[in-house]
């Protein structure tokens, strides 16, 4: 098993930026791929950004050229780098973790990013 724990959430004003970052522990070897999801109010949860063992990386269209993500998997940590953040980026943000053979999900708490206009 795993367990995820996010931090980096808070208030900004559009056009700021925001560092999420997510501590993985537990069966960590196991991981496949890590990434960050987001709900905002009435809203499907949806893929921000995720990243494989490998290094590959993926985005969702919305935040292309804006956000980065990082994987250190020595520290089992991946990171969710935001710049030029704007209100539709408002939401509860969730780090995600892929693992084992039957690709297994596992969660973090969420935390929460508000932007303001």
């Known amino acids: 098993q795993v367990q995820l724990v996010e931090s980096g959430g808070g208030l900004v004003q559009a056009g700021g930026s925001l560092r999420l970052s997510c501590a993985a522990s537990?069966?960590?070897?196991?991981?496949?791929?890590m990434g960050w999801y987001r709900q905002a109010p009435g809203k499907q949860r949806e893929l921000v950004a995720s990243?494989?063992?490998?290094?590959?990386?993926r985005y969702a269209d919305s935040v292309k050229g804006r956000f980065t993500i990082y994987r250190d998997n020595a520290k089992n940590t991946v990171s969710l780098q935001m710049n030029s953040l704007n209100p539709e980026d408002t939401a509860v943000y969730y780090c995600?973790?892929?693992?084992?053979?039957?690709?297994?999900?596992?969660w973090g708490q969420g935390t929460q990013v508000t932007v303001s206009s």
């Open positions: 537990g069966s960590t070897s196991s991981i496949n791929t």
């Open positions: 990243i494989r063992n490998d290094g590959m990386t």
């Open positions: 995600h973790a892929d693992w084992g053979w039957f690709h297994v999900d596992y």
